[in-house]
């Protein structure tokens, strides 16, 4: 897709964890007014790149009360899927008839976790992104690799790439947004649960057994997207998995939460997969197994305490 020529915006990004904060250093670099919208203030928007380049200060404007904002043409949902309902006083603050809500998440639906809390008239765009990127502290974001991020082909997705001009990010147009949701949610589905669980980064999945594991969560996954009108196969599944077998270092969003003790965002990845399975009539056993373990280790610490 296209990042022609724009003029600068005001764009709100609700969420200041890695995606968050990448999203608002790219957009700040391609010349916009970015304001970010958090819990908890901190003092500055650091970025490092995880290839050895130099810290980077981001000079972004951090909000904490949404009483006090104004509606915005561009609103981008950063944070997690299950915190859309906490999110909802940004949302209701700054989304009019004439915003676009940007719904960077994981796993599909986008549009029907945020409808509730927006004006009829308001544009919802459903973003699929590869970044792989980890926040290390409140405001201090590592970015691993990769930028990229695809949105259904059309006038308001033409809009969205030129926002992203002069910066590092790739924005593609799709014309069958469906699969490319279901191959992210493929995707999350056997690297997320993977590394969280066994609370270890990429080069688990140069473990033999650890890889099949992997295949038969993701032979699952693809039976369940085909079904959803996706156009997957399981020769998908290969390509993930090298991947993430030769990033060694690199982790997943859901890893991280775990390390934190935090809340895993497993109803939309694994539990989105078993909800589509159930709608379709169709046995997922691995990954029913996988979400039980997910939703007994949620929101504890590695000693069990939470």
């Known amino acids: 897709m296209a990042q022609g020529q724009k003029t600068a915006e005001r764009i709100a990004i609700i969420g200041s964890g890695g995606i968050g904060g990448y999203l608002a250093s790219q957009l700040h670099a391609a010349g916009h007014d970015i ?119 059309g006038p308001v997705g033409d809009d969205f790439a030129a926002l992203f001009a002069g910066s590092a990010f790739e924005i593609n147009g799709e014309d069958d947004f469906l699969t490319v949701a279901w191959g992210k949610l493929l995707t999350n589905a056997m690297a997320n649960p993977v590394t969280a669980l066994t609370v270890r980064r990429g080069a688990v999945f140069s473990d033999s057994q650890v890889a099949e594991l992997t295949r038969s969560i993701g032979r699952e996954v693809v039976a369940v997207a085909k079904a959803a009108g996706a156009k997957l196969s399981d020769a998908d599944i290969e390509g993930p998995l090298a991947r993430n077998a030769k990033s060694p270092n690199s982790g997943s969003s859901m890893l991280y939460d775990r390390l934190a003790g935090r809340p895993l965002e497993y109803a939309f990845i694994t539990g989105a997969v078993v909800a589509a399975a159930e709608r379709h009539g169709i046995d997922v056993p691995v990954n029913r197994t996988i979400l039980a373990l997910l939703k007994g280790a949620s929101g504890y610490s590695l000693d069990g305490a939470n």
Do not use: Y
């Open 35 to 153: 304001t970010l919208c958090v819990r908890t203030p901190f003092d500055k928007l650091v970025i490092t790149e995880a290839d050895g380049g130099a810290e980077t200060i981001v000079p972004v404007r951090i909000a904490t009360d949404p009483a006090a904002e104004e509606p915005a043409k561009w609103i981008l949902v950063t944070t997690k899927a299950q915190d859309v309902p906490s999110a909802a006083p940004w949302l209701e603050k700054l989304a009019g008839p004439d915003s676009v809500v940007v719904v960077t998440q994981n796993g599909i639906e986008h549009e029907e976790r945020v409808r509730p809390f927006l004006p009829t008239e308001t544009q919802v765009l459903p973003a699929i992104m590869i970044c792989a990127v980890e926040r290390l502290a409140p405001g201090h974001i590592l970015h691993h690799g990769h930028a990229k991020i695809s949105v259904p082909q």
